[in-house]
Every structure is written in C-alpha cells, then in structure tokens.
C-alpha cells in the first residue's frame, strides 16, 4: 500500500501576507517598515506602534541573529514524525522583525549558542517556500542591512 | 480593601483521569464542597466567575454552569486569562463585591483533558505550524533555552524544582503523580522538546476546584469557620507572542507582585510560603525572580543554595503543584495556600502568616497574583 505522507499544516495564505509568501517563491524575504520607522514580520494590516496603515513591503537582507531555540524529540503531529530531531528557532533580522523558522544544515561543527549570526535559507517544502536559517560560516561575509 | 475581603470555603474533585464526567459534573462536585467548607448554603450565591475549560470552549459557559447549578445569579462571567483567570477571577469577584455588584460569589474551574481531548496541549501553532511547531511546551522551551543562553541556567537547576515538586507530591494522597523524582533520573530522562524532558511538563488532569469569596464582616455574620483573608492581588499582562517579545526572559510576575506587594503593604520576605504555578519547571524560576525573591537570573541557583523543599528558604508548591499534585492550572495552587495559612496543609509549613500564589497563562502572556494571609 502506497504510503501517504501527512503533510505540514500550510500557512494561511490572506490578502495581508500573500506578498510575503509570494516573494519567498521568488527568492527574497520580505517584511513591513512603516513611515514612521517601525519595522515588523508577522504581516498585519495596521502598524502595531503608531497604528497607521502607511507601510511598505522592505527586502530582508538574510543577515539574522539566533534568539533562541528547540529540539523537538517528539512529533507532535504526523507530518513531523520523519524529520525528528528538528531545530525550531526564533530569530531576529538585521533589520529588526523576528520570525519563527527552522535552523538547517546542523552539520556545521559550531554548537548552537544564543545571539549567534545566521543566514538566510530559502527552502521549498511543498507549495510553499520557508524562510530557513543556517549558522553563518566564518567565511560567509555579512551584508550591510538597508536603511 | 486589604484584608477586607476572604476566601471562606475551598473544594475541590479527585484529580486524574476521570472518565465520564463532564466539567459541568466536575464544577459542582467542586463548589457543593467549597460551600459545605465555607459552611453556606447555595441560594446564597449571586456571583459567578468562571474559568472555562481549557480544551473546549463553549460560549455562555457560566450561564449553562448557572443553570446546572440551578442559580440565577447578579453577575454571571466566563474569564480568557488562560492559567491567570482563577486569580484574576477571584480579585474581581473581591472588587465587585466591594461595588455591590454581588455579595457572596464562587470562583471555580473544571476540566476533562485527560479522559477528553487534550489536543489543546498538541496544536499546531497557528503559521508557524510548518516549521514544526506544535504544543505548549515549546513555547516554554524557547524561553528555557534563552534563559539558559542569557543567564546560565542549567538543565539541573530546572531538574531541581522537578524533583521537589515529585517529593511533595508523593507524600500527597491527593496528588495524581505520587513516584518520587531524583536528579539523576531527571537528568538521565531523554529529552522532548529539548531543552526540556517529560518531568519539565506539568500533568494533563481532570478535575474541578472551586472557592467561595465574600467580605471578611459577611463571613463573621455567617460564622464561617476558617476564612482567609485576601491581602493583596495584582496582574500583569504582556501581547507580544514569545517570537516577538523584546526580553523574552521575564515575566509579568514583575507587574502583578508589585501591585499585590504594595496592596499587601508586604515585601518577599514577608512571605512564608509560595505557591507558584509551575506548568513547566522554567516557569517558577522565573518568575521568583521577577518578584524579588533573587536578582534576575539567579533563580537557578536560588533552587540548591537557598531551597524551596519543606525544610528550604522558601517552601514552594507544598501540596506538588502542576508538576505532581494536578496539571489543573491554577485554583489547586490558591487551594494550597488557604490551606497554608488555615495551618491544616498536608504538608503544613510550620507558623505560615503570609502566603503568596501565583497563577499565569498563555506562554508567559497573562500573570495574575494572590497574597493570603492571617
């Protein structure tokens, strides 16, 4: 009997954050940046600090920082039961905007530590194409942020 | 209002699994004892605040608990503080005494996770779910892990409020987990969602607990035989989700202990015995040190040098708490306390004047505080 994958439960996909999960397909991570400055992921309608809906899509330079992370033992949902141990992290950009995302290629002999540097992975899983991050090897120079 | 208001009468239901019991079942079991303690009878009743259950929500949950009741009560309220609420429930019920808006009111909540569904515990997390991320414990695990990058917190200092946690509870003939814990078996334990193991997790418990509030001149007018007085209350909120908080590694204990504390007019050393909601062994941790029983970042190390067994600084979660006595999040705890200060614990810390409880929900979003006292 053919085996059928469970699959990860997908994003809600919504007239707020379909650029964002349309510009992962296209290769960059994007977030919001107000005309007043403030800077945030995840998509919403409104600027969570001065409340306007004044704001434009920004290209994320990938450049990130580890804030902290998981390792999950236990698959709490079929579609995970493959892929156990991972790596769930919250990271935070240069730019400032922090997300929930994966920490791939763990292969890397640095252990992980909290505010170590990372870069940007796009990987397609599916459908979807996931904002992931790597430790950022010595050799990998870090970008200047946009301002 | 210090002092003003009491807690006259506790109940609560056997705590495990209790299969074919409704929280509807569970609540009144739980509040016809709260009555019996506080001595009353139910037509006496005109408040109602209500946590709902965790694992299903149902809407006009107090008014379907009312009917079951057969009550028909001034103020009628379900609360969404998640673990918070039953704190938060009780200062309300105080206040809207104190405004004439009830006169003698019950606090309660009933859950059947264990018997029931407890998907609620094993969610996908909204967006987020396709990256893994699933359950309550993460959420908390990310904070350990910062905590622990932050700070220095170990994996031992968090074993250590487990296996205390497990020593009071296997001396509880009330406590759903009675198998006692060592440090070397918790470290030996493998992990879950790492950087916590199983015994890092409070208990998933069906059951129901409940408490009578009224003023302390109403409890001597019905000869109430134990009530205990209300001294301080206090909350503290935050709406960032763990990703997004700023200082990911405090807690809103910092808002709801200084207004408890200074409604009190009591500091942490005051303070004899605490009861602090431990749904995941980082919790307590923390949240000591954002009342000031250590400087920030040292409550790993508050755990061995200074102690939170019987014979320790600080007794801690006497009855076993989430971890051991009942995953029921929060009114055990106040339970507990009343119990505490009444002198008839099982467990009975010697000479307690000055009990604090905690309660928080959420992942470290809501915080709600109670000090009770002689």
Sequence with gaps: MEH???????PQITSVNQTYWDSLKAGDLMFQQCACGHRWLPARTECPSCLARDWQWKKATGDARLVTWVVYHHAYH??????????????????GPRLVTNIVEQDHPEPLRVDMPLALRIEVEGDTSLPRFAVRPPGEAETMAPH | MRGKYVIAGVGETRFGSLPGRSTYSLNIEAISLALGDAGIEKPLIDGLFVKYPTSQFEP???????????????????????????ISLISLAAMSIENGQCDIAVVCFADNPKSGSRAAYARPRGDDAIFGLFGTAAGYALIAQRHMGQYGTTRSHLGEIAVAAREHGAKNPSAQLRKRLSLDDYMAEAPLVSPFC????????DGGAAVVVMSAARARQLQVRAPVAILGFGQGHTAWDVAQRPDMTTTQAVASGATAFRMAGLH???????????????????????????????????????GIGLDGG??????????????????????EGVRQVRQEANLQVPSVRNCLVSNQGGTMHTHSTLILGT
């Design chain 2, 60 to 86: 006009l949950y107090a008014h379907r608990l009312a009917e079951a009741l057969g009550l028909q009560p001034r103020v009628a309220m379900v609360s969404d503080q998640a673990g918070a609420s039953n």
């Design chain 2, 198 to 205: 199983r015994h890092d997790c409070a208990l998933v418990s």
């Design chain 1, 4 to 10: 059928i994958k469970a699959a990860l439960p997908q």
């Design chain 1, 78 to 95: 079929p579609s995970v039961a493959d892929r156990l141990p991972y790596t769930v992290a919250v990271v935070e950009l240069a730019e």
């Design chain 2, 268 to 306: 942490p050393r005051d303070i004899d015995v605490a009861q602090i909601y431990d749904c995941f062994t980082i919790t307590p941790l923390m949240t000591l040190e954002d009342y000031g029983f250590c400087a920030k970042g040292s409550g790993g190390p508050f755990m061995h040098d200074i």
């Design chain 2, 314 to 335: 600080l007794p801690m979660n006497t009855s076993g708490g989430l971890l051991s006595a009942t995953g029921m999040p929060g009114m055990q705890l106040v339970i």
